[in-house]
């Protein structure tokens, strides 16, 4: 049987389709199984969209052929994977980060789908309206598709309004399998975020809160989701982050991750000890941390994505202010 025949112009359609009506679902005013439903829409969505790119880029959307059975496509999972093999996510559009984002979204479509999913919709909600603008990003440069052309921007967040807090403390029914897969699908989260932000990730395409205007208020990082529920699903408790996931990187690996993130000069580690001075880089627990008997500081995804997005001109003079400074010490 010969492979049937796929049209990456209909790839494409049907995602924005499968996209316009998870955004049109999640903001009926009255609506059961809301999430749930938005979720599937939401990965088929990109589903689809990461196929027409593999299409367009000639590149395979079928898994091998096993005799006696019918072709089959790509999961999510695998597309995912083989858009990032060969680099189809556009400049602007950090595909590590977009990886982590629609891979939490399938985990609870699983949950969902095959059997059912505890009241996550507060854990997902920035995992969702998140989702939503990469994919916005990813379509217009990708293929020229504006999804604004289709809908009101002011429904694109998800909704007339957000949480107050993107990831609140949760307080499971006391059924011991309700409480088993909160902690499961927390601690899933957890180490999605955790290796993101480990790779130099853009966390802000991972998951994010927006406002109306859909300007971020807050970005999702691993240590919003350190809370545990008991195994009598009546306590909460709260658990430390490992600095060993989040802060993986001694100063030669953050510089070497940084240049290899940015289009300027190489830098060294005069840089990196002019930016900590002027910026007091070693006092942001977000981006470096320094256990009490060792004698440096590890330092995080955010470390490398902050000073991977500086320039050349900044570096440059924050070099020459440090100088001064030194030599302003000597005297």
Not at 76 to 96: I, R, S, Y
Not at 102 to 126: C, T
Not at 255 to 264: C, F, P, S, T, Y
């Given at each position: 049987m010969a492979q049937p025949y796929v049209s990456s112009r209909r790839l494409v359609a049907n995602s924005l389709s499968a996209m316009l009506s998870a955004i049109?679902?999640?903001?009926?005013?009255?609506?059961?199984?809301?999430?749930?439903v938005t979720v599937v829409l939401i990965v088929n969505?990109?589903?689809?969209?990461?196929?027409?790119?593999?299409?367009?880029?000639?590149?395979?959307?079928?898994?091998?052929?096993?005799?006696?059975?019918?072709?089959?496509?790509?999961?999510?999972?695998?597309?995912?994977?083989?858009?990032?093999?060969?680099?189809?996510?556009?400049p602007g559009?950090?595909?590590?980060a977009v990886a982590a984002n629609v891979s939490a979204l399938v985990e609870y479509r699983n949950r969902a789908v095959h059997l059912y999913a505890a009241d996550l919709g507060e854990m997902v909600y920035p995992f969702m309206q998140t989702s939503v603008l990469n994919y916005r990003?990813?379509?217009?440069?990708?293929?020229?598709?504006d999804l604004a052309d289709s809908i009101t921007?002011?429904?694109?967040?998800?909704?007339?309004?957000?949480?107050?807090?993107?990831?609140?403390f949760m307080k499971a029914d006391p059924s011991k399998s309700a409480v088993a897969e909160v902690r499961e699908f927390i601690d899933g989260l957890r180490r999605l975020l955790d290796e993101?932000?480990?790779?130099?990730?853009?966390?802000?395409?991972?998951?994010?809160?927006?406002?109306?205007?859909?300007?971020?208020?807050?970005?999702?990082?691993?240590?919003?989701?350190?809370?545990?529920?008991?195994?009598?699903?009546?306590?909460?408790?709260?658990?430390?982050?490992?600095?060993?996931q989040t802060h993986p990187y001694s100063a030669t690996e953050l510089l070497q991750r940084v240049n290899a993130k940015r289009?300027?000069?190489?830098?060294?580690?005069?840089?990196?000890?002019?930016?900590?001075?002027?910026?007091?880089?070693?006092?942001?627990?977000?981006?470096?941390?320094?256990?009490?008997?060792?004698?440096?500081?590890?330092?995080?995804?955010?470390?490398?994505?902050?000073?991977?997005?500086?320039e050349d001109g900044y570096y440059d003079q924050v070099r020459s202010e440090y100088n001064a400074y030194l030599q302003s010490k000597r005297v």
């Amino acid at each position: 049987m010969a492979q049937p025949y796929v049209s990456s112009r209909r790839l494409v359609a049907n995602s924005l389709s499968a996209m316009l009506s998870a955004i049109e679902v999640y903001n009926k005013p009255r609506m059961e199984y809301r999430d749930e439903v938005t979720v599937v829409l939401i990965v088929n969505a990109w589903e689809l969209a990461l196929k027409a790119a593999l299409k367009q880029a000639k590149k395979r959307v079928f898994y091998r052929k096993k005799t006696g059975q019918p072709y089959r496509t790509l999961a999510v999972e695998d597309a995912l994977k083989q858009a990032l093999n060969h680099n189809l996510f556009p400049p602007g559009v950090d595909g590590t980060a977009v990886a982590a984002n629609v891979s939490a979204l399938v985990e609870y479509r699983n949950r969902a789908v095959h059997l059912y999913a505890a009241d996550l919709g507060e854990m997902v909600y920035p995992f969702m309206q998140t989702s939503v603008l990469n994919y916005r990003d990813y379509m217009l440069d990708r293929f020229n598709k504006d999804l604004a052309d289709s809908i009101t921007w002011q429904l694109l967040p998800l909704g007339a309004r957000t949480p107050s807090e993107p990831i609140q403390f949760m307080k499971a029914d006391p059924s011991k399998s309700a409480v088993a897969e909160v902690r499961e699908f927390i601690d899933g989260l957890r180490r999605l975020l955790d290796e993101a932000q480990a790779a130099g990730g853009d966390m802000q395409r991972v998951a994010s809160v927006y406002d109306v205007h859909l300007r971020s208020t807050k970005t999702v990082t691993s240590r919003d989701l350190e809370v545990a529920v008991a195994n009598d699903g009546e306590k909460v408790v709260v658990r430390k982050a490992d600095p060993n996931q989040t802060h993986p990187y001694s100063a030669t690996e953050l510089l070497q991750r940084v240049n290899a993130k940015r289009a300027g000069r190489e830098l060294n580690s005069r840089d990196h000890q002019a930016l900590c001075w002027k910026e007091h880089l070693r006092d942001d627990p977000r981006m470096a941390w320094k256990h009490g008997n060792a004698a440096t500081h590890v330092w995080s995804g955010d470390a490398v994505n902050h000073m991977a997005k500086l320039e050349d001109g900044y570096y440059d003079q924050v070099r020459s202010e440090y100088n001064a400074y030194l030599q302003s010490k000597r005297v």
